[in-house]
């Protein structure tokens, strides 16, 4: 077998050792460019709506509940129903059965328009107090957005109860 020349075997173990002072240094309690550039992310859920009406600029709009009675949950909800307010979706994840028809309604402040990510499937412009439907005959999992930056999933499926 044949010898790597000199200058590959001295540059070898010297990369090497560049390499793992970089690893410990991203690694360190210590202050690193790494810990000055990076981002902190939360999730704060969405205010549950509970009132049965929402004043939107002067006007009055009926806010969807989950089961006709109890306020949508503004984590995890069966409903079918999805309600857009200006600080987000509720709830942040709907279970839906196959074919069961999901219903969004837009009580922001503005018209949205609500975006199916890996899916060619895309709302009209939604008015203030209008509503968007959807159903799938498919087993199926998305993220959607709103145009307004909010976005939420929706997981279709055979679920048992």
Same mark, same amino acid.
């Given at each position: 077998?044949?010898?790597? !020349?000199?200058?590959?075997?001295?540059?070898?173990?010297?990369?090497?050792?560049?390499?793992?002072?970089?690893?410990?240094?991203? &690694?360190?309690?210590?202050?690193?460019?790494?810990?000055?550039?990076? #981002?902190?992310?939360?999730?704060?859920? %969405?205010? =549950?709506?509970?009132?049965?009406?929402?004043?939107?600029? @002067?006007? &009055?709009?009926?806010?969807?509940?989950?089961? @006709?009675?109890?306020?949508?949950?503004?984590?995890?909800?069966?409903?079918?129903?999805?309600?857009?307010?200006?600080? @987000?979706?509720?709830?942040?994840?709907?279970?839906?059965?196959?074919?069961?028809?999901?219903?969004?309604?837009?009580?922001?402040?503005? !018209? #949205?328009?609500?975006?199916?990510?890996?899916? !060619?499937?895309?709302?009209?412009?939604? !008015? #203030?107090?209008?509503?968007?439907?959807? &159903? +799938?005959?498919?087993?199926?999992?998305?993220?959607? %957005? +709103?145009? +307004?930056?909010?976005?939420?999933? #929706?997981?279709?499926? =055979?679920?048992?109860?």
């Amino acid at each position: 077998m044949r010898r790597a !020349p000199a200058r590959i075997r001295t540059l070898v173990p010297a990369v090497a050792a560049a390499a793992l002072m970089c690893l410990a240094g991203c &690694s360190s309690a210590g202050p690193s460019t790494a810990a000055r550039h990076s #981002v902190t992310t939360t999730s704060v859920l %969405t205010p =549950a709506v509970v009132s049965r009406n929402l004043v939107i600029d @002067g006007r &009055s709009y009926p806010v969807p509940s989950e089961d @006709g009675v109890h306020a949508i949950d503004p984590s995890v909800a069966t409903g079918g129903q999805i309600v857009l307010t200006n600080k @987000g979706f509720l709830p942040y994840r709907l279970f839906a059965q196959l074919n069961q028809k999901i219903t969004w309604t837009n009580l922001s402040s503005h !018209p #949205v328009r609500i975006t199916f990510l890996h899916l !060619p499937q895309k709302s009209g412009l939604i !008015p #203030v107090g209008g509503t968007y439907t959807f &159903s +799938s005959p498919h087993l199926i999992n998305f993220i959607y %957005t +709103s145009s +307004s930056g909010f976005h939420g999933v #929706v997981a279709i499926g =055979a679920f048992t109860g």
